[in-house]
Structure formats: C-alpha cells, structure tokens
C-alpha cells in the first residue's frame, strides 16, 4: 500500500521568508507526486506535479518541489512566502509503473495549515 | 471554459437512507474521480471512473459505488447511510486521469442525522 506522511499539521512563516512544506511518502515502483493547495471556500487546486524527469518542480504561485528519490521526499518550497499563500498544503502520489495511476489510486496525506504572518 | 460542477452542494440525510451525488466534468475530461474529505481521516479516495469504466478503487466499503455516463458525468451512490458518512465529497475530473493535473469542484457536504 502507498502512503504519505506530512510532519507538520502548522508551518509558521513571517512574509518575505522562505517557507517549506514537508512531504515524505511510501510507494511500490516509482512515484507520481503532487501538491495540491486548499484556500478557505474556495476548493482544491493543482499547484504542481513530478512525474519524471529534473529533481526540481516549479508550479504555480512560484511554488517549487524537490523530489528526492533516497529520501522518498518531495518537499514544497518558495523563496519569499506571501500572506495571501496562508492555505491548507496536501501532497499526494500514486503508482507511476501502472496505467490509470495504479491499484491504490491516489493517496493524500493529512495536509498541513500554512500561515504566513504579515 | 466551465469547471466541475457538483450537485447538490449540501445534503442532509437520516441513517439508513441512500445518498446520489452528482458530478458534471470539464468538457472534454474523461477521467472524473471522488475524494471523501473528514477532518478526521483527511481526504480519501473512492475510486475513478475513465470513459465509463472504473479504473481505480479505494479502500471502501461496497456501499459506496459510483458510475460514468457517456459524456463523463458521473453519479456516486451511497446506499445505508451510516453517521461516518458525513463528510464533504469532493468530484475531480483530468482530461489523462489521477496521476496527471485534476481539477476539482466545490463539493457535495453530506450530513448523516
């Protein structure tokens, strides 16, 4: 079975300095990871994907994740944390070998509370 | 470009009862997928359905089951409710399926009384 393990349920950031968000997780054969990002009312939103290919991610936002196979992590991260970036941070994966994402689906782990401060 | 649409947006049921949520797809998507979201267990998948067929199952009970119509609106049905079942359930569609971009609608809060 996959999974996903987000450390942290808060992370606390002051405006304009870097933020990261964690992300570790357990798959059979090679990953497809995700962050997706949850704003009050108004639902969930893709931010960025790895599939294969540059350890680095850019997404949306200035958003960036560093997939790091030994560490089975794939942490979020921007270099200046904006108020307006305060949201609910999931990551997720599925099973990349299998058509459709794999037997498991796509698992979600238990998201993280970002709050920048002004 | 119009988004994913669920309905209805709120729902209150009994115990016992069955439930039929509905999710319409940006057009042109053929992968739509359910999430059950519980403060408690976070945000779950239930399955995904790709040109009418199931692709894709979590971990749940029979109770819960799904379908895809031909143009990739999907219904999902929960049969029994239990007071567990209250949840938010959020509808995703993507145009390749789970493991590429999905966008996802506002979603279905179901109250089990």
């Known amino acids: 079975a996959q999974s996903v393990a987000q450390p942290e349920d808060q992370v606390n950031v002051a405006e304009g300095n870097p933020l990261t968000v964690k992300c570790t997780y357990s798959?059979?054969?090679?990953?497809?990871l995700f962050w997706y990002v949850q704003y009050p009312n108004r639902g969930l939103q893709f931010l960025l994907k790895?599939?294969?290919?540059?350890?680095l991610v850019k997404g949306s936002y200035g958003f960036e994740a560093e997939f790091n196979k030994s560490q089975t992590s794939f942490h979020l991260k921007k270099p200046s944390a904006l108020v307006s970036d305060s949201a609910l941070y999931f990551c997720?994966?599925?099973?990349?070998?299998?058509?459709?994402?794999?037997?498991?689906?796509?698992?979600f782990g238990k998201g993280t509370h970002l709050i920048i401060q002004p | 470009k119009a988004g994913v649409t669920q309905t209805p947006r709120y729902l209150i049921k009994t115990r016992g009862q069955q439930v039929t949520l509905s999710c319409s797809p940006i057009?042109?998507?053929?992968?739509v997928s359910w999430y059950q979201q519980t403060p408690g267990q976070g945000l779950q998948f239930l399955f995904e359905?790709?040109?009418?067929?199931?692709?894709n199952k979590g971990n749940f009970p029979g109770r819960f089951s799904g379908r895809q119509f031909s143009n990739s609106r999907s219904e999902m049905n929960v049969s029994t409710l239990e007071l567990g079942d209250s949840a938010l359930y959020l509808c995703?569609?993507?145009?390749?399926?789970?493991?590429?971009?999905?966008?996802f609608g506002p979603g279905t809060r179901l109250t089990v009384t």
């Open positions: 997720a994966v599925s099973q990349r070998d299998k058509a459709g994402g794999g037997a498991d689906g796509l698992t």
């Open positions: 995703a569609s993507s145009f390749f399926g789970i493991s590429y971009e999905q966008y």
């Open positions: 790895y599939i294969t290919g540059d350890n």
């Open positions: 057009s042109g998507h053929r992968s």
């Open positions: 359905y790709f040109s009418e067929t199931q692709r």
């Open positions: 798959v059979s054969g090679n990953p497809y």
